[in-house]
């Protein structure tokens, strides 16, 4: 991706670089060959032209818009992650940034990936507006408090890229740094063996999920009083109001957060708000949880 | 040239003491108090500027703390942009020329005027205040959350300056748009007035319709700090991407609001240096409007990686293209004007070509900023930081020195010296370019914007960044000696010491406090030479 913005970088450059020197080029031979001769010369007087006009507004009209649908579509690609993606949580704070794998590893200001692998970040931040930026890879995205904002990368060189935080985030903000590392996949599944205590992210999740008494509600045999969760990830459900809603990371974590906002068609609004009880990083396991319940076959998802 | 006499009677002579300073209506002392007004705000948001290169010259943060450094990049940005750029070139040439101009003998309501000065140096002091209880650490652009919950330092003070100061902007470009619609002597027409009032009058137009956006959104923010209203919190439900939303509608257009008075006074610089009218009159003017009207559509191209969606940015991408193009326009107007020109080499001249130079790599390098995907990769970085000084210090700083030389003889009746306004002018064009031009490459090679520490490979183009820095600052200094000196010693200028066309060279310098002997009648289009044969027209 990063040369695909790099050609569109330097067409502009080039670009920049005609129109820079003809404007320069030309004041400069007008000032010396039209230079005033004597103190009460005046100039020819010329109003203007039409089709000069024209021509200046066209051309440059027409350059741009070539540019416009250069820099969107190579932005479409940009925007659009593949469908197999290896995924990581990125939680933002002042000032540092903290990374959970989903086998369970944990990393602050330093994110271990394989080469040649298509990376998604699923990226929040419990403060204040971050914004993650790694200039060898061509990519910067806000990292936005109450939202899940998802950015991905496929490394093609094995190395340590710099990290920065590129949102004015506060006191230690130019301290909010770290190194992506790139590793061949060998010394990749070496350094993911190294070590993950806790287990796997959506275990993690499934023991909160006890200790929160989730299950007590949400039970996979539809006789709970909260709807059933196995499967739920990604469908579509009905609300209350009437409205549909798909089943993302942030409809979960709205969900757990402000409950009687979408209230799924057919249950109460009596699930006690969450809010201040977990972090950050419990709702990514949590989020983690419900996405790894497959739907049983013999249970009919609502 | 005729006999040079200083007139008996002018402006200047008509009343002494300070309460014929801090009371007059005459919109010439109005400007020359805020000429004094906007001065001092430069060199304190200058100062910063020269503590924020110095700690910059070496990658490690050890001059200054980090708390300090980013209170010191937020108040350079508050005191430049609302306190010197926004006023700086509406306020003291506006108010001096507008009038002038169009042949009346004040602004439409010159109490108004005056108050609108005052109003601005309340808000000055509140923003002064906040820097002396301690300074603020937001960055100009007091984005929430970080502004509301997580800053301690003074925003509500700084956030309420500025406030108070969107008043004397609303005011002052009221008065502007009243004057320029209902004041104009018999015979001036729209498409007779010299290019500064249409650009005058487009700016007026922005501040009027802008500054209440700007004026509520820091009230939000005040507000949400100080009773915790939900607005921008997320945790209460806000949304801290509203914020940015508001904040750009206004800020965006501000940055026209900044450019816009520099580029009409480039019109009448290149006009007169050429002695010949502006190539494609109507196309200029019509350009000012156009960059006035798209100028408010275009504010979502600040925020294509915050969260923004992949259709929005689309159109916003497209719409700042366009924006593009009326700039562009004027660039190439400009040019043409030389040809076949009298070619003047004089310093007013200087500047502009210094500002069509340094404009002109300031909106090719909004084209990389326009297209999202190269955006998402120098946004926020030290890219970003050069292609606004270049619109802004290249662009506007330029063109308001080059209409303070070209009309300061008419301001103060006396001519300064040459040699040294050159020098100076040449000393601003290299330090300039030796500060910000590194800075489009720090950015391409990932440096982000506000950083008090950078990694080590950054530091010989900061290095260049802050010598130039130093020769901008020598730069801006000697203007101050010569033109102080001018003032005393200067010799005399006369009424029209360029041979130029255009009302304000009709009268005598300095004028007198009504404007003319007799209210002017035009018969001439504008910039028409040689000059139409008016009584006191001294060509």
């Keep these: ?302 | 040239m005729a006999t040079v006499v200083h007139p008996a009677r002018h402006y200047l002579n008509d009343g002494y003491g300070i309460s014929s300073w801090l009371l007059t209506r005459d919109h010439k002392r109005i400007a020359l108090l805020y000429l004094a007004a906007v001065t001092f705000f430069f060199f304190v948001g200058g100062a910063m500027a020269v503590m924020i290169r110095l700690e910059l010259a070496t990658p490690v943060g050890d001059l200054v703390t980090d708390e300090t450094y980013n209170k010191l990049f937020t108040m350079h940005g508050v005191m430049m942009v609302f306190f010197f750029l926004i006023p700086v070139i509406p306020a003291v040439l506006g108010n001096f020329l507008v009038p002038i101009m169009i042949g009346a003998k004040d602004l439409a309501f010159p109490k108004i005027n005056l108050l609108s000065w005052y109003i601005y140096i309340i808000g000055g002091l509140f923003t002064l205040y906040a820097l002396v209880a301690g300074g603020v650490d937001t960055g100009w652009t007091f984005y929430t959350p970080f502004s509301t919950v997580a800053s301690t330092t003074n925003v509500v003070p700084t956030a309420l300056g500025i406030f108070i100061t969107g008043f004397s902007s609303i005011l002052t470009g009221l008065n502007f748009i009243v004057t320029i619609h209902r004041m104009r002597a018999p015979g001036m027409t729209w498409f007779r007035m010299p290019l500064f009032l249409w650009s005058t009058y487009a700016t007026s137009l922005i501040n009027v319709l802008g500054t209440p956006v700007i004026a509520i959104t820091v009230l939000l923010v005040a507000a949400e700090r100080v009773f915790h209203f939900g607005f921008f919190d997320p945790r209460v439900g806000g949304d801290p991407v509203l914020f940015q939303h508001l904040f750009w509608f206004y800020s965006h257009p501000a940055v026209y609001i900044m450019v816009l008075p520099a580029m009409g006074v480039i019109s009448e610089l290149v006009a007169a240096g050429c002695r010949k009218p502006v190539f494609g009159y109507s196309f200029v003017a019509f350009a000012s409007l156009a960059i006035a009207v798209l100028g408010f559509l275009v504010w979502g191209h600040h925020m294509f990686v915050a969260g923004e969606s992949v259709y929005s940015a689309l159109i916003f991408s497209i719409l700042s293209f366009l924006v593009a193009i009326p700039s562009a326009v004027k660039v190439f107007n400009w040019t043409a004007t030389m040809y076949k020109g009298s070619v003047s080499w004089e310093t007013p001249m200087l500047y502009a070509y210094g500002f069509i130079g340094l404009f002109t790599i300031g909106g090719l390098t909004g084209l990389f900023l326009a297209a999202i995907a190269v955006d998402v990769h120098v946004t926020d970085t030290y890219f970003v930081i050069a292609h606004f000084h270049y619109i802004m210090v290249g662009g506007t700083i330029m063109g308001y020195l080059g209409g303070l030389h070209y009309w300061w003889p008419k301001i103060s009746g006396r001519l300064y010296n040459e040699g040294l306004a050159k020098l100076s002018a040449g000393i601003i064009f290299v330090g300039f370019n030796l500060t910000f031009f590194p800075q489009f490459v720090l950015g391409y090679l990932g440096m982000p914007r506000r950083y008090h520490a950078y990694p080590p490979e950054f530091q010989v183009l900061n290095v260049l960044s802050s010598a130039g820095a130093s020769i901008l600052g020598v730069g801006y200094l000697i203007p101050m000696v010569y033109l102080m000196w001018s003032l005393r010693y200067g010799r005399l200028a006369g009424s029209n010491p360029w041979g130029a066309v255009g009302l304000e060279w009709t009268t005598s310098s300095p004028p007198p406090t009504e404007n003319f002997a007799e209210t002017p009648v035009v018969t001439w289009d504008p910039y028409e030479y040689p000059a139409a044969d008016v009584e006191g027209h001294v060509a």
């Design chain 1, 1 to 302: 991706m990063a040369w695909r913005v790099d050609a569109l970088y330097f067409f502009l450059l080039a670009i920049s670089a005609f129109f820079g020197l003809l404007i320069a080029g030309l004041i400069v031979y007008y000032a010396v060959k039209f230079h005033r001769r004597t103190p009460d010369q005046i100039g020819t007087q010329i109003h203007g032209g039409m089709a000069l006009e024209v021509t200046w507004t066209v051309i440059p009209l027409m350059i741009t818009m070539v540019i416009f649908v250069w820099g969107a579509s190579v932005y479409f690609a940009m925007a659009r992650p593949p469908d197999e993606t290896l995924n990581i949580y990125v939680v933002g704070k002042q000032w540092m940034w903290k990374f959970q794998h989903l086998d369970g590893q944990r990393e602050i200001n330093e994110l271990h990936v394989p080469v040649g692998r298509a990376v998604k970040l699923i990226t929040t931040s419990e403060d204040v507006i971050h914004d993650f930026f790694v200039p060898a890879f061509r990519m910067k995205a806000d990292v936005i408090p109450g939202r899940y904002v998802s950015i991905w990368f496929q490394p093609t060189k094995p190395g340590r890229y710099h990290l920065f935080c590129a949102e004015y985030c506060g006191t230690r903000h130019s301290g909010m740094i770290g190194e992506v590392v790139v590793m061949e996949p060998s010394e990749y599944q070496a350094w993911l063996s190294g070590g993950a205590p806790e287990g796997s992210l959506a275990s993690t999740g499934a023991k909160l999920f006890a200790d929160l008494a989730c299950n007590t509600c949400h039970r996979p045999d539809a006789q709970g009083r909260g709807p059933v969760l196995e499967g739920l990830f990604g469908q579509t459900v009905r609300l209350q109001s009437g409205e549909t809603v798909t089943v993302d990371e942030a409809y979960v974590r709205e969900s757990i957060l402000t409950p009687s906002a979408k209230i799924t068609a057919g249950f109460q609004p009596i699930m006690p708000t969450f809010q201040g009880l977990v972090t950050e990083e419990q709702l990514l396991a949590l989020i983690e949880y419900v996405k790894s319940l497959h739907g049983l076959p013999q249970v009919e998802s609502r």
